[in-house]
Structures are given as C-alpha cells and as structure tokens.
C-alpha cells in the first residue's frame, strides 16, 4: 500500500494524559500537512512542513501542540496536557513537488475523556 | 481571508438521478480547487483537482467545474448510485499562500436511496 498512514487509528486518553500520533505519508512526497476536523465541519489547517522544515503553524496550534519530520519522512504531532476540547479527528495529508493534489491518510479519532 | 461554502448541507435523491453539488469562495486569487469525498469516520479520498487555469475536469461519472471570476465551482454526478452516498467536500489554495495548505468548505452530505 503506497497511500498515506496513521497511527494509531483511535485513541481515547483521560484529560491531562499526553498523546502523540504518527503519520507516513506517500513516499516521494516532500509536504506533509496536518489538519483537525470536528463533527460535521470540514478539516482546519494544523501546520505543514515542506521537508523537514515546519514553515507555517495555524494559531489553532496551541503550545500545548508540537509536530515534527525528523529527515524529511514520517511526521509526528504530539498534545501535552490533553483537554476536552481535543477531541477530534486529526487528519495528515502529503503532497508531492509540482503539484497540490493532497492525499489524505484515513486519519486518528482522539477522545478525550 | 479565504471562505468557502458549501450549500446544501445535506441532499437525498433517488438513485438514478443526476445532480450538483455546489462550492463557493471569496478570494478568487486560487492555485486550485480540488473535491474531495469523506465516508463516515474515515480520512478524505480525492476525487479531482482543478488547476486555476483549468475550467472543469472529468472522471467517470463526476465533472468538476471552476469559474473564478465568480467564485463558484460545482461537482456534478451522473446516474446516483446508493454508493455514492457520503459527504463532497471543495477545497482551494489560494495564491496568497505559499504553504499550499487548503481552505475546506464544510461539506454536503448526499444520500442516494436505493
């Protein structure tokens, strides 16, 4: 399977746990994007890296919110001191150099309880 | 800053049907458009993607239109099936962005019944 994926598909944390997600995007793919959607409204922009360079955050990003892509492949986001209000679907997405077709990995459902 | 709309929130046809799904944005300063579609719970499959010099792409039974100048794209699919029930969602790039991040409506759910 050469599409994007997460991981994990679902986690459910208490408040004030910490929680980190993986995402593999197609592999000849230099951006990588994370988005957040809610029940019925579209996703929201996260933040994007083109490489391993983090070139813009969304204010949406808290500094409870850090994501990284050490080497240029995976990508990593991580919440510290989860809230309620984290509860969400957070959406990775790669692109490749030319083009802005994103294509999006099946996504992880967080709870937080 | 971009805004995109999608109406009607949520459609329901007979199967068999042919019908339109419409996207509208502010900025007309766009890369692209691309639909997307969603079934429930799961990630976003693309469907097609629109260049800003392009006006309309086609696959199968989905034509995807884009006219600029006024904002507006729509996705338009042939003969429903009940498979294609799920929710349609436009995104755009704008040229005022240099990450190629996407502005995303909210969706229209279709439901095709059987």
């Known amino acids: 399977d050469t599409g994007v994926s997460q991981d994990p598909r679902h986690k459910i944390t208490k408040r004030g746990q910490n929680v980190t997600f993986r995402c593999d995007p197609i592999?000849?793919?230099?951006?990588l994007y994370w988005y957040r959607q809610t029940l019925g409204q579209g996703p929201e922009f996260l933040t994007y890296?083109?490489?391993?360079?983090?070139?813009?955050k969304s204010r949406l990003l808290s500094d409870r919110f850090s994501a990284e892509r050490p080497k240029g492949s995976f990508s990593t986001l991580e919440i510290q001191r989860t809230e309620q209000g984290d509860s969400a679907m957070y959406l990775c997405?790669?692109?490749?150099?030319?083009?802005?077709?994103?294509?999006f990995g099946p996504g992880t459902r967080l709870t937080v309880l | 800053k971009q805004e995109v709309t999608q109406i009607p929130a949520a459609l329901s046809v007979p199967e068999g049907e042919n019908l339109v799904l419409n996207c509208s944005f502010t900025?007309?300063?766009?890369?692209?458009l691309q639909w997307f579609r969603q079934d429930p719970g799961k990630g976003l499959t693309s469907l097609l993607l629109?260049?800003?010099?392009?006006r309309e792409q086609t696959s199968g039974r989905l034509n995807a239109s884009l006219d600029k100048s006024s904002g507006r794209s729509t996705l338009y699919i042939a003969a429903s099936q009940p498979g294609d029930s799920a929710t349609y969602l436009c995104?755009?790039?704008?040229?005022?962005?240099?990450?190629?991040?996407?502005?995303f409506g909210d969706g229209t759910t279709l439901t095709v019944k059987p």
């Open positions: 997405a790669s692109s490749g150099v030319g083009g802005n077709e994103q294509f």
């Open positions: 592999s000849e793919h230099n951006r």
């Open positions: 890296f083109q490489n391993e360079a983090q070139l813009e």
């Open positions: 900025d007309s300063a766009i890369y692209n």
């Open positions: 629109i260049q800003s010099s392009q």
């Open positions: 995104a755009v790039v704008g040229f005022n962005t240099n990450a190629g991040k996407s502005t």
